[in-house]
């Protein structure tokens, strides 16, 4: 495999270009999908609340979109780049293919803090986000979605002014929306439950009893939290750590508890950015430990659901043995070198683009529920979600038996093959 590189992009395209080789696929091929189809650049000037004005940068990248209109979310972070854009749009052209989703993959983001906005500032820069894009967004070409920094109340702002911009009631531009304003049910719990299905089907496979099995999360926003109430509530095991970006003192920490962690009451003492009250933990019996403490937990499945780039050739030292099971909750949070070395370990991966596949494929029945204007219970979105994640897991796992690859070659396998078929359908190749 190619050399070091904590570069995001670079990294998707290294773990695309492994695969392309194992496929022989056309150069030509390869040369369309190493890259996006599109990507857009541009400034969002806003009003502060003192009256000063403020100029962020933003972006939206299209990788491809033979299968169907792009689809992925806009993520507001200080340390975004068009690079981190580029291979999260690229992910989601495989997470959507490998979740046989009728969608391409595209991904947008503004380099900021968005915990440094007051709430009106906040309206004014996604509205403004979305003056500038409008003309290349829409349900039939490219549908937004929120992602880390982001929330359903900004994409209820978006699908707005989009609605507004184009002169009629237009539900389906963005998903992730509040529930009463054009929102799937379930949505919220998507994510985290798709790692858990997957993580359910991958001990089946290993013949692991999930009631005797225990977690280390990195991350506890969106997808930790319910990753680790289904690992508790669904699976019955144990999460015996959590970690988290610490607003005030600008630094990680792991929160642990070696009997089990209580995500709800976790839940009830973190603010909406994901950060947990440590005071209120450690008087609740829980220790404050080292950011990267949960890496080194001696548990039998890792899941990391914060950021990407976190396993590395050099973090992954600390991976303990009794490991079995990394489940990527997050996009890209393993380096291609941390994977050679969990390869090698016979670490069973459940790949990101299909282990966090939940969230966009409940967005996906969100749009088919604004398309029909008719809204499905919550059961009904999870069963169908649950149906959907274990399918793909299966093809998945087909395809690493069938043809002895490891499962994130698999994945790209199965993905790689299907956009490919759409686009010879199209005409393209
Ligand atoms: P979020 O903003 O809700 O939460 C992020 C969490 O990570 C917070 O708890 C934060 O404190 C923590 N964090 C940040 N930096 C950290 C660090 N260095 N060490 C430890 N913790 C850290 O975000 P989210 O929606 O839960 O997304 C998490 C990951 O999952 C991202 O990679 C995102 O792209 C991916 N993802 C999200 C969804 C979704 O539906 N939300 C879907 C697919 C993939």
């Given at each position: 495999m190619a050399s070091a590189s904590t570069n995001a992009f670079e990294m998707a395209q290294q773990q695309f270009d492994h695969v392309a080789d194992m496929l022989h696929l056309d150069p030509q091929v390869r040369e369309i999908l190493r890259w996006p189809l599109r990507e857009f650049s541009f400034r969002i000037p806003v009003r502060m609340d003192d009256g000063s004005?403020?100029?962020?940068?933003g972006y939206?990248?299209?990788?491809?979109?033979?299968?169907?209109?792009?689809?992925?979310?806009?993520?507001?972070?200080?340390?975004?780049?068009?690079?981190?854009?580029?291979?999260?749009?690229?992910?989601?052209?495989?997470?959507?293919?490998?979740v046989d989703l009728p969608l391409g993959g595209g991904k947008g983001g503004v380099i900021l803090d968005s915990a440094t906005l007051s709430i009106s500032e906040k309206e004014r820069l996604v509205r403004g986000y979305v003056q500038q894009i409008w003309k290349n967004i829409g349900p039939r070409n490219d549908v937004p979605a929120?992602?880390?920094g982001t929330t359903p109340q900004m994409m209820g702002w978006m699908m707005d002014e989009y609605s507004k911009l184009v002169g009629h009631f237009t539900p389906g531009v963005i998903t992730g929306k509040p529930v009463g304003g054009g929102g799937s049910l379930g949505r919220t719990e998507a994510t985290g439950y798709g790692v858990i299905y997957t993580v359910r089907e991958a001990m089946k496979h290993l013949n692991l009893?999930?009631?005797?099995?225990?977690?280390?999360?990195?991350?506890?926003?969106?997808?930790a939290q319910y990753a680790a109430i289904g690992f508790v509530e669904m699976l019955k095991g144990k999460v015996i750590c959590v970690s988290y970006w610490d607003r005030e003192d600008r630094v990680s920490y792991t929160v642990s508890k070696t009997d089990?962690?209580?995500?709800?009451?976790?839940?009830?003492i973190t603010d909406q950015y994901g950060s947990i009250d440590k005071n209120k933990a450690k008087a609740a019996g829980y220790i404050i430990e080292d950011a990267d403490a949960w890496l080194g937990k001696d548990v039998d499945v890792l899941i990391p659901a914060a950021l990407e780039g976190q396993i590395t050739a050099e973090t992954v030292k600390r991976?303990?043995?009794?490991v079995k099971i990394l489940a990527e909750g997050a996009n890209g949070p393993t380096t291609p070198e941390a994977d050679e070395v969990l390869k090698q370990r016979g670490v069973f991966v459940i790949p990101d683009f299909l282990c966090n596949a939940g969230g966009v494929t409940v967005s996906y029945f969100e749009s088919v529920q604004n398309d029909m204007n008719f809204y499905w219970t919550k059961n009904e979105?999870?069963?169908?979600?649950?149906?959907?994640?274990?399918?793909?897991?299966?093809?998945?796992?087909?395809?690493?038996?069938?043809?002895?690859?490891y499962m994130r070659d698999a994945a790209y396998m199965v993905a790689i093959a299907r956009v490919v078929k759409a686009m010879e359908l199209r005409g393209w190749i």
């Amino acid at each position: 495999m190619a050399s070091a590189s904590t570069n995001a992009f670079e990294m998707a395209q290294q773990q695309f270009d492994h695969v392309a080789d194992m496929l022989h696929l056309d150069p030509q091929v390869r040369e369309i999908l190493r890259w996006p189809l599109r990507e857009f650049s541009f400034r969002i000037p806003v009003r502060m609340d003192d009256g000063s004005m403020r100029v962020f940068q933003g972006y939206r990248v299209q990788h491809n979109d033979a299968r169907g209109p792009s689809k992925g979310g806009i993520r507001f972070h200080p340390s975004e780049t068009i690079d981190t854009v580029r291979a999260l749009a690229t992910w989601m052209t495989w997470k959507c293919a490998v979740v046989d989703l009728p969608l391409g993959g595209g991904k947008g983001g503004v380099i900021l803090d968005s915990a440094t906005l007051s709430i009106s500032e906040k309206e004014r820069l996604v509205r403004g986000y979305v003056q500038q894009i409008w003309k290349n967004i829409g349900p039939r070409n490219d549908v937004p979605a929120p992602d880390v920094g982001t929330t359903p109340q900004m994409m209820g702002w978006m699908m707005d002014e989009y609605s507004k911009l184009v002169g009629h009631f237009t539900p389906g531009v963005i998903t992730g929306k509040p529930v009463g304003g054009g929102g799937s049910l379930g949505r919220t719990e998507a994510t985290g439950y798709g790692v858990i299905y997957t993580v359910r089907e991958a001990m089946k496979h290993l013949n692991l009893n999930p009631a005797e099995c225990t977690a280390a999360v990195q991350g506890f926003g969106n997808v930790a939290q319910y990753a680790a109430i289904g690992f508790v509530e669904m699976l019955k095991g144990k999460v015996i750590c959590v970690s988290y970006w610490d607003r005030e003192d600008r630094v990680s920490y792991t929160v642990s508890k070696t009997d089990g962690v209580d995500p709800h009451y976790l839940m009830s003492i973190t603010d909406q950015y994901g950060s947990i009250d440590k005071n209120k933990a450690k008087a609740a019996g829980y220790i404050i430990e080292d950011a990267d403490a949960w890496l080194g937990k001696d548990v039998d499945v890792l899941i990391p659901a914060a950021l990407e780039g976190q396993i590395t050739a050099e973090t992954v030292k600390r991976v303990s043995p009794q490991v079995k099971i990394l489940a990527e909750g997050a996009n890209g949070p393993t380096t291609p070198e941390a994977d050679e070395v969990l390869k090698q370990r016979g670490v069973f991966v459940i790949p990101d683009f299909l282990c966090n596949a939940g969230g966009v494929t409940v967005s996906y029945f969100e749009s088919v529920q604004n398309d029909m204007n008719f809204y499905w219970t919550k059961n009904e979105v999870l069963e169908k979600l649950d149906s959907k994640m274990t399918i793909a897991f299966q093809g998945v796992l087909d395809m690493a038996q069938r043809e002895k690859a490891y499962m994130r070659d698999a994945a790209y396998m199965v993905a790689i093959a299907r956009v490919v078929k759409a686009m010879e359908l199209r005409g393209w190749i």
